[in-house]
C-alpha cells in the first residue's frame, strides 16, 4: 500500500513567486493534515482537513497560505506571494477514521525562497 | 500554554549501551502521545501512541512509557541502525485531532 506522497520533494523559488505543494493521502484516509518545521524550530500543525472539509486551520501562519482539498482526495498548499521566512519543510499527513488513530507522515517537501 | 520538552537534545552510546529519552508535555486534557523515528531527510515514522498514565507499549529495542507529565522512550541494547532522531508530541482536547504539539526531538547516535 501507497504511503503519504508529497511534490515537489524540493523547490526554490525567488521571494515573491507562487509554489503549490502537492500531497496524496493513504488511500481511504479521511483525515488530511499539513506541517511545517522551519530551520531550527520543532514541527508545528497547520490545518487539517476531514475530507474536503477544513476541520482546523488554526495554525495557518497567514493569509498568504491557502490549503485546498477538492473532492476530498489530493490536497494542495499553495503560498502567495512566498517570503524569505517562508523557508523550510512541509510536511502532509493522514489518518484515518476519528480521535487517536495513527497519524502518518510524507516525506516532506522542502521549499527555499531565496 | 501548550507545550512539549525533549531531553537531552543528541545522546551518543556505544552499541549495546542502554539508556532512556525524556519528554515533558503540558497540554489542556492529554488526546494521545506520539513517538515518532525522523532519518535525516525522511519524514517522521510512526512508533507508538500512548493515551493514559501508567501505559506502556514496546516495539524491538524500544519502550515507551506515559505518566502524567512526562513520556519515556527506553532503549534497550541499541544499534547503530537505531540512529536517528526521536520525536516525541502531543495531542490535546484543547486542538482537533492531529493538532499536535511536537517537541524539537533527539538525535540518537549509536556507535558501533
Known amino acids: 500500500e501507497a504511503g503519504v506522497t508529497q511534490f515537489p520533494s524540493h523547490s526554490v523559488i525567488e521571494k515573491g513567486q507562487t509554489v503549490t505543494l502537492r500531497c496524496d493521502p493513504i488511500?481511504?484516509?479521511?483525515?488530511l493534515y499539513w506541517y511545517r518545521r522551519v530551520m531550527g524550530k520543532e514541527i508545528k500543525f497547520l490545518l487539517h482537513f476531514v475530507k474536503e472539509s477544513k476541520q482546523d486551520e488554526s495554525g495557518m501562519p497567514n493569509n498568504r497560505f491557502l490549503a485546498e482539498r477538492t473532492g476530498g482526495t489530493y490536497s494542495t498548499l499553495k503560498v502567495q506571494p512566498a517570503e524569505l521566512e517562508d523557508s523550510g519543510v512541509y510536511f502532509c499527513a493522514s489518518s484515518q477514521g476519528s480521535s487517536g488513530n495513527t497519524i502518518y507522515f510524507g516525506e516532506g517537501s522542502w521549499l527555499t525562497v531565496v | 500554554e501548550d507545550q512539549v520538552t525533549q531531553s537531552p537534545e543528541a545522546l551518543r552510546l556505544q552499541e549495546g549501551e542502554s539508556s532512556s529519552l525524556n519528554c515533558s508535555y503540558t497540554v489542556s486534557g492529554l488526546r494521545g502521545l506520539f513517538w515518532y523515528r525522523q532519518d535525516p531527510g525522511k519524514g517522521p515514522e510512526f512508533l507508538f501512541t500512548l493515551y493514559s498514565a501508567g501505559e506502556e507499549k514496546e516495539k524491538e529495542r524500544l519502550k515507551a512509557t506515559l505518566t502524567k507529565k512526562e513520556s519515556f522512550l527506553h532503549i534497550t541494547a541499541p544499534k547503530p541502525e537505531d540512529s536517528a532522531t526521536y520525536l516525541c508530541a502531543a495531542g490535546g482536547y484543547g486542538g482537533s485531532q492531529g493538532n499536535l504539539i511536537f517537541g524539537k526531538g533527539t538525535k540518537l547516535s549509536v556507535k558501533p
Open positions: 488511500s481511504g484516509h479521511d483525515n
